[in-house]
């Protein structure tokens, strides 16, 4: 079983390019999350999608937009990119609205220049 | 603020036992969760607890106190793949999930 998958699995970005990471899952959830981590810190929520057709901003939202056209896909674009946004970025769904299970992807490591 | 606190680093011996806290200041409560992390993986869920008591599941437990904002996990008979960080993470008022920094456990043999 897939889960969740997302890409690149890391990428070397030079400053002011665009990006978009994927996010793919395939257990049907309606939740799907996106969050950064960083050294020393817990998981910070960028954004959020409780349904397809509906987003919302999480704690860090700035610099970063995402969409969900439908269930499956999450995709999380950064227009322009800057050194601060070196992190790795995690994909993770629920079925749920915040009790349920998150199912975490593998991670995408970006680091921009 | 909403804050949840962890040890940043904790260190056990293989076969030992280790006590992981957690505390924790949020607006409201809907319950906690545990996720192991390895080194350049995912987190994975390890345990949820939303009333007071010890939830046990094999070698690993986790005990919630909501009066005292207070959780731990407890690992038992620990095996060098039980070095990993472990997270915890509250869920407050309005469903949002909190997530502490995470508490890096070596093992050594």
């Known amino acids: 079983t897939a889960g969740i998958t997302q890409a690149p699995t890391s990428q070397i970005l030079a400053a002011g390019r665009s990006m978009t990471l994927r996010c793919t899952q395939d257990?049907?959830?309606?939740?799907m999350y996106w969050y950064r981590q960083d050294l020393g810190l817990g998981l910070r929520l960028i954004h959020y999608?409780?349904?397809?057709?509906?987003?919302g901003k999480g704690e860090v939202p700035d610099g970063y937009s995402v969409s969900r056209a439908n269930t499956d896909d999450f995709p999380l674009t950064l227009a322009s990119a800057v050194p601060s946004q070196t992190s790795v970025y995690f994909c993770a769904s629920s079925d749920g609205q915040g009790t349920g299970e998150l199912f975490f992807g593998e991670g995408s490591r970006l680091t921009v220049l | 603020g909403q804050n949840i606190d962890q040890p940043t680093e904790m260190t056990a011996t293989e076969g030992a036992i280790v006590q992981i806290n957690c505390t924790y200041q949020t607006s409201g409560f809907n319950g906690l969760f545990w996720y192991q992390q390895h080194a350049g993986e995912a987190p994975t869920f390890l345990s949820y607890n939303v009333l007071d008591g010890l939830e046990e599941k094999g070698r690993f437990s986790s005990f919630l106190s909501r009066s005292k904002g207070y959780s731990y996990l407890l690992l038992k008979e620990l095996q060098m793949k039980d070095s990993a960080s472990y997270l915890c993470?509250?869920?407050?008022?309005?469903?949002?999930?909190?997530w502490g920094a995470g508490t890096k456990l070596i093992i050594k043999p």
């Open positions: 999608s409780n349904t397809a057709g509906t987003t």
């Open positions: 993470a509250v869920i407050d008022s309005i469903y949002q999930l909190i």
């Open positions: 257990m049907r959830h309606n939740a």
